[in-house]
């Protein structure tokens, strides 16, 4: 279990909010993280405001500080960052709730954090796809397409349909 913790880095659907601190929360990730890298990763994921009332022994979580779901998607997002050692990250749907502006700025973070490293990312957004090295298209739990955003957009199939929706 420890192999696979340091291989992956995960920001799942559903993030768990535990009730303890922030620092608490932030240091599941990276447990030897200083308090200036937990700072520093939290403004990267645009929730530097976190850190006012308490900061990062503010509490969390039930009888704490209620997380909106585009705060609850950053901390995870925040979670995987700090776990910057793994070379695998598996983001499920990293941007929901998440307004346009806020979306971006995530996606560009994302893309400069996921240069070195394997990634898999589902979503239904198609937002951000156009530097992954291969995208598949699902249906029914079989792939109908795959190829890089290009390849999709020539073939003139289901994706290139869903980007023509945009």
Do not use: C
């Not at 992956?8 to 932030?26: E, K, W």
């Not at 705060?71 to 709730?97: K, N, S, Y």
């Amino acid at each position: 279990e420890a192999t696979l913790r340091q291989a992956m880095s995960v920001v799942p659907q559903r993030v768990h909010l535990f009730s303890a601190t922030l620092r608490d929360n932030l240091l599941l990730a990276a447990p030897e993280a200083d308090d200036a890298h937990l700072s520093a990763t939290l403004e990267k994921v645009g929730l530097e405001k976190l850190l006012q009332d308490g900061g990062l022994n503010g509490w969390l979580g039930e009888g704490g500080r209620q997380l909106s779901g585009g705060e609850l998607r950053r901390l995870a997002i925040a979670r995987a960052l700090l776990h910057d050692d793994a070379p695998l990250m598996l983001l499920d749907e990293p941007t929901e709730g998440l307004d346009a502006a806020t979306e971006s700025q995530i996606l560009h973070l994302l893309a400069d954090v996921m240069r070195d490293k394997t990634v898999l990312m589902v979503t239904h957004r198609l937002r951000g796809l156009a530097g992954f090295n291969q995208i598949i298209v699902m249906d029914n739990g079989k792939i109908i397409e795959q190829g890089s955003h290009a390849e999709l957009l020539t073939k003139q199939g289901r994706y290139y349909q869903f980007k023509q929706r945009l």
